[in-house]
């Protein structure tokens, strides 16, 4: 695979505005009539929510998924897609690069609902790859 090429430069203002967070994926349900889409019902700890997922023709049983936690973008208009309403975006990584799609997820289990990104007190530089559906940072060793 040859990686594709960074998007143009976005403002720290501009990325502190998505809203990623970890959660649960308690179900993983058919959308009707789709042959692509699934409905995933998500915990976020406080509540939960559907997000529709073009995940039935990427994986082999997609179900497998239940129980297992991913970021997500929470703060998304919902948008309707089959009749069933989406409440936000799963992070995927692979898909746009025509790699096998795998989870983004937490190395270590975390609350649900944790965000994801800004955390630390110290400099911060973040870099989100949308076509890859991937949210990386890396964090500077001294304060600002």
């Known amino acids: 695979m ?3 090429s960074v998007k143009p430069a976005i403002s720290i203002e501009l990325l502190n505005q998505i809203d990623i967070r970890v959660g649960t ?26 997000i529709v997922a073009g995940l039935k023709q990427e994986r ?12 997500f973008v929470v703060n998304l208009e919902a948008r309707k897609m089959r009749g069933v309403i ?3 975006m799963l992070f ?12 983004a997820v937490p190395e270590n289990p975390v609350p ?10 110290a400099r911060t530089t973040y870099f989100l790859r949308p076509s890859s559906h991937a949210l990386a940072y890396f964090h500077d060793t001294y304060a600002e």
């Open 2 to 4: 040859t990686p594709a």
């Open 25 to 50: 994926i308690r179900s993983v349900a058919d959308v009707p009539g789709s042959d692509k889409l699934m409905q995933l019902r998500v915990s976020f700890g406080d509540h939960e929510r559907t």
């Open 60 to 71: 082999a049983n997609p179900r497998e998924l239940e129980g297992k936690q991913a970021l």
């Open 86 to 88: 989406s409440e936000g």
């Open 92 to 103: 995927d990584i692979g898909y746009g690069d025509g790699v096998a799609p795998v989870l």
């Open 112 to 121: 649900d609902g944790t965000r994801a990104g800004r955390a630390f007190a």
